[in-house]
């Protein structure tokens, strides 16, 4: 990759590293669903007017929109609210990669490598490690919606793999902003159904400017920039040379929240954290060691193998 496509897919890990920052500072004067539908009506207005439907068929955008979007932000944004920390929230969404993978070998018959088995395993040991350590810091009410949240955004992973299989290029923007569309009169219902019309009112009389800026962050800066630069990097480069990039996201949304939240995590959730990000770093790399591996041998001479 470029320096300049470095810095690029560097900026995309910062925004939405600070993503978990934004909906904590939306969280409070803001219910998690109004807060969810505000985001998709912000990120599509006035944009859809201006970027063409993707060529996906209406059935696959509708699925779209209910697992990325409904799904995994209403568990997301749901989970931060009975207490889930954004540092350690940003690190359980990226369980979405276990999801992905364990609900391809299920629906569409994708293989399980021993990497992916062998990150899932010490992946799961470090999730145990978090979820025991429940507490002020963290409840398990917020940690297990959460998880929820992240296998609805794995499910969406699928969806999206199956929906753009023998489709022409287009643009992810367009994907991310018509998906959104699909959610707000679902997330509106959920809404009013569940956290009631009183609920409205008193976030309408208690916004401010933070929960503004809140809003026009996870829209514009997480969503339309974040995703709009990801397609980028994507249309130049292969996703094995792309994804690794997010595996930097919880860095950024464990450090930040540390500095600007004052959040604090225990001496077992930063094990467990650790034993998360191996088993990510092992999950995407595994593979790829093997192969390095294997091919330097050989390249070897049958004389220096022997050796």
């Not at 690794?244 to 094990?271: D, K, N, Y």
């Not at 034993?275 to 220096?304: C, N, T």
Request: net charge positive; charged share 10%; glycine share 10%.
């Amino acid at each position: 990759m470029s320096r300049r496509d470095i810095g690029i897919g560097l900026i995309v890990v910062v925004l939405w590293g600070l993503n978990f920052i934004a909906i904590k500072l939306g969280l409070g004067n803001m219910p998690p669903l109004l807060l969810a539908t505000m985001r998709f009506i912000v990120l599509c207005l006035p944009a859809i007017f201006f970027l063409p439907r993707p060529p996906v068929a209406w059935r696959w955008l509708i699925a779209l929109g209910l697992t990325l979007n409904v799904g995994q932000f209403t568990f997301l944004f749901w989970g931060m609210k009975l207490g889930m920390p954004a540092g350690l929230s940003s690190l359980i969404h990226q369980s979405q990669a276990f999801f992905t993978l364990l609900i391809a070998v299920l629906f569409i018959g994708e293989r399980l490598h021993w990497n992916n088995l062998m990150g899932l395993i010490i992946a799961a040991i470090g999730m145990a490690l978090i979820a025991a350590q429940q507490g002020s810091s963290m409840t398990a009410a917020g940690f297990w919606v959460t998880i929820i949240g992240a296998a609805s955004w794995g499910a969406g992973n699928v969806i999206m793999r199956r929906a753009t299989q023998g489709v022409p290029p287009f643009s992810m923007l367009a994907l991310v902003v018509w998906a959104g569309a699909v959610a707000i009169l679902p997330l509106g219902l959920l809404s009013i159904l569940i956290e009631g019309p009183a609920a409205w009112q008193t976030a309408l009389h208690s916004f401010n400017w933070i929960t503004a800026a809140s809003i026009i962050y996870l829209a514009y800066f997480a969503s339309l920039c974040g995703y709009g630069l990801w397609g980028k990097l994507l249309s130049r480069y292969p996703a094995a040379t792309v994804s690794p990039f997010a595996l930097l996201v919880p860095v950024v949304g464990m450090s930040s929240a540390t500095l600007l939240l004052r959040e604090s995590i225990s001496l077992w959730q930063i094990i467990g954290a650790v034993l998360v990000m191996a088993g990510l770093i092992v999950h995407v790399f595994g593979g790829r060691w093997i192969k390095y591996s294997s091919d330097k041998k050989d390249a070897l001479l049958p004389e220096q193998i022997n050796e």
